[in-house]
């Protein structure tokens, strides 16, 4: 028994339940609108840096080699 005194089984078998019922049912039409969101768009990590913490100068962003990109020159 777990510290509810329900048994495992009973659990996991409630779940099972909870899941189907789910599965068998449409989600609301607001929900679909607040859940529905857009992909996250491919960004690299350096770029992402220079923008949030407005360093471009100080990474490199621009300039023709970055040290562990193309080997230091």
């Known amino acids: ?3 509810r005194g329900r048994e495992r089984n009973k659990v996991s078998r409630d779940r099972r339940h909870r899941l189907a019922e789910m599965a068998g049912t449409t989600p609301d039409a607001k929900a679909v609108k607040a859940f ?20 471009k100068g100080e990474i490199g962003i621009g300039q023709e080699s970055i040290g562990s990109d193309k080997g230091i020159p």
């Open 1 to 3: 028994m777990n510290r």
């Open 36 to 55: 529905g969101r857009k992909a996250y768009e491919c960004c690299d990590v350096l770029g992402y840096m220079a923008k949030k913490y407005d360093i």
